[in-house]
T-cell receptor, first 113, second 115 residues
Framework: KQEVTQIPAALSVPEGENLVLNCSFT??????LQWFRQDPGKGLTSLLL?????REQTSGRLNASLDKSSGRSTLYIAASQPGDSATYLC????????????FGKGTLLTVNP | DGGITQSPKYLFRKEGQNVTLSCEQN?????MYWYRQDPGQGLRLIYY???????QKGDIAEGYSVSREKKESFPLTVTSAQKNPTAFYLC??????????????FGQGTRLTVV
């Protein structure tokens, strides 16, 4: 059974700092990995999708890496801003007849002005 | 505007009642999903559907039912058999469950409260 773990559970940083969020998964047989952002009381917004054959994806100040063999992904946020404050969720797509997204519990990020 | 629409945003249910949560998408996606989110537990899969007129149970299907009569719609019914229905419910869709480029998109959620 696929399990996804996110560390740390919460992170507080001053504005302007670069930061890294971590995600690990137990079964390396994945199709892809997706990072989401969730604001309080809202749905999930897709940030980045990394295919299993890729090593990294970039969008603006965000960079996500994937090391499938070791079951790890990181989300790097450069020059953090107060507007980046949210919960960040990592999810892996596992294939086969039981296809589904398996989520980590998220990292609550607070960027202080 | 393309996307996933969930309604209502807030829903209150009395003990013993069935309620239905709506999820509609205009993304032409084949696959649709229902998740439940509770504090400290992350998202858990209730049901998913890969194609019209077909759906599979997820990890916590007991007390829930779904239908998929149209590609665009995947309503979730929370029945009186669900012992602890108070939660935030999220609907999602993706192009297909086969292949690598299956990016999932989510609606804004429905918060269900039992009163």
């Amino acid at each position: 059974k696929q399990e996804v773990t996110q560390i740390p559970a919460a992170l507080s940083v001053p504005e302007g700092e670069n930061l890294v969020l971590n995600c690990s998964f137990t079964d390396s047989a994945i199709y892809n990995l997706q990072w989401f952002r969730q604001d309080p009381g809202k749905g999930l917004t897709s940030l980045l999708l990394i295919q299993s054959s890729q090593r990294e994806q970039t969008s603006g100040r965000l960079n996500a890496s994937l090391d499938k063999s070791s079951g790890r992904s990181t989300l790097y946020i450069a020059a953090s801003q107060p507007g980046d404050s949210a919960t960040y969720l990592c999810a892996v797509h596992s294939g086969g007849s039981n296809y589904k997204l398996t989520f980590g519990k998220g990292t609550l990020l607070t960027v202080n002005p | 505007d393309g996307g996933i629409t969930q309604s209502p945003k807030y829903l209150f249910r009395k003990e013993g009642q069935n309620v239905t949560l709506s999820c509609e998408q205009n993304l032409n996606h084949d696959a649709m999903y229902w998740y439940r989110q509770d504090p400290g537990q992350g998202l858990r899969l209730i049901y998913y559907s890969q194609i019209v007129n077909d759906f599979q149970k997820g990890d916590i299907a007991e007390g829930y039912s779904v239908s998929r009569e149209k590609k665009e719609s995947f309503p979730l019914t929370v029945t009186s058999a669900q012992k602890n229905p108070t939660a935030f419910y999220l609907c999602a869709s993706s192009i297909s469950d086969w292949g690598a480029s299956t990016e999932a998109f989510f609606g804004q959620g429905t918060r269900l409260t039992v009163v």
